[in-house]
């Protein structure tokens, strides 16, 4: 079955509530969207949200990237071959895993609905339904609490919680939701680079009583070394995160002494769901466990990661709740969420419907 078109578009998409990070507020999101059609009238659809912070690409220049003439060539040629598409498109455009992560999740798609079956199935489901975290930026206490009580009547158990701009703040907020809701609500916390070595330890040991699940990316990407005086009980706990882009950082990351127990891995930074699975291979003879995560993203993007992510025998985390605060998405289906556990569809590819645009 041929490729027949190839379209690429940018669309800004307002945000619900804005939000506030270590290192910036959020107020709407600039995705790219990928359309492939093939010679039955099948579309796959991709998108691509990356954080040129972390990543060194903005949507601009990946929808430049999805314009040029490189793209275009694969027009003409069979869908079967996508993988083949994927290390094309990966050696093209090294280093731009939004490019990279757009094509290969439309790719997948396309290629899925071709065979008449999801991707999850495609690749062989591992893992059965996880809850998602919810996402409360850095915020006051009052704010915090409040914003966990709006999770909590809908149906969510599991907080992640953005720190990293005062630690003192910081602790008293987590222990505040773990005071509230111990026993009810899992808790995350993201500290998005944003401590000092000192920070992080006032910060563990303030909450060392209270059970917290992970710590994502505590300090600053390249100060992976210091986190080894901490002891192996505390490291097993913290999250690369944007310490991990591809496989050869997961390799890097999983040789001994480990800094992290857990890879974070979002398709916005290793380029979509054929690395996902390079660097969940390596994680899992490594004995680390996956959490998935995302940027701000449509549901297309969302359904690949967990479509990777229920393909993966060590996936024990989602944090997949990058299109919730979109006002409003371009696309639906894809999966439903149900106290806040994320259930694939079972539709051939991603089971995505478009809207009219």
Request: with cysteine; charged share 20%; aromatic share 8%.
């Amino acid at each position: 079955m041929k490729i027949t078109a190839i379209r690429p578009f940018l669309q800004h998409l307002a945000l619900t509530t804005p939000y506030t990070i270590a290192y910036e507020t959020c107020t709407d999101a600039t995705l790219v969207f990928l359309e492939i059609e093939l010679q039955n009238g099948m579309i796959g659809l991709g998108s691509a949200s990356p954080s040129e912070e972390v990543v060194g690409e903005n949507p601009h220049q990946t929808l430049q990237h999805l314009q040029s003439d490189f793209l275009q060539q694969f027009v003409g040629r069979d869908i079967r071959h996508f993988r083949q598409f994927i290390f094309e498109t990966r050696q093209h455009f090294p280093n731009l895993p939004g490019t990279q992560a757009a094509v290969d999740i439309a790719l997948h798609d396309a290629f899925g609905q071709f065979l008449g079956i999801s991707v999850a199935d495609f690749y062989g489901r591992k893992t059965p339904n996880l809850p998602t975290s919810v996402t409360i930026g850095i915020m006051n206490v009052a704010e915090t609490l409040e914003s966990a009580r709006n999770f909590h009547a809908l149906g969510f158990r599991s907080l992640k919680v953005k720190t990293g701009l005062q630690v003192e703040e910081d602790i008293e907020r987590v222990l505040r939701l773990h005071e509230r809701y111990k026993g009810n609500m899992a808790l995350r916390v993201d500290a998005n680079q944003g401590y000092t070595l000192s920070d992080l330890r006032r910060f563990l040991s303030s909450t060392a009583h209270i059970d917290l699940e992970l710590i994502e990316q505590p300090l600053p990407a390249g100060h992976e070394e210091q986190l080894l005086t901490l002891e192996e009980k505390q490291r097993n706990i913290l999250v690369a995160d944007e310490s991990l882009h591809g496989p050869e950082a997961a390799l890097a990351l999983s040789r001994a002494p480990m800094p992290f127990g857990i890879f974070n891995i979002k398709l916005m930074k290793c380029g979509g769901i054929a690395s996902a699975f390079e660097i969940a291979d390596i994680a899992r003879n490594a004995g680390i466990s996956l959490f998935w995560g995302c940027n701000d993203e449509s549901i297309v993007s969302i359904a690949a990661a967990l479509h990777a992510a229920y393909a993966c025998p060590n996936t024990r985390y989602l944090d997949l709740d990058g299109s919730f605060d979109l006002v409003e998405d371009l696309l639906s289906g894809g999966f439903t969420v149900k106290d806040g556990y994320m259930e694939i569809s079972q539709e051939p590819g991603l089971g995505l419907h478009r809207k009219n645009r």
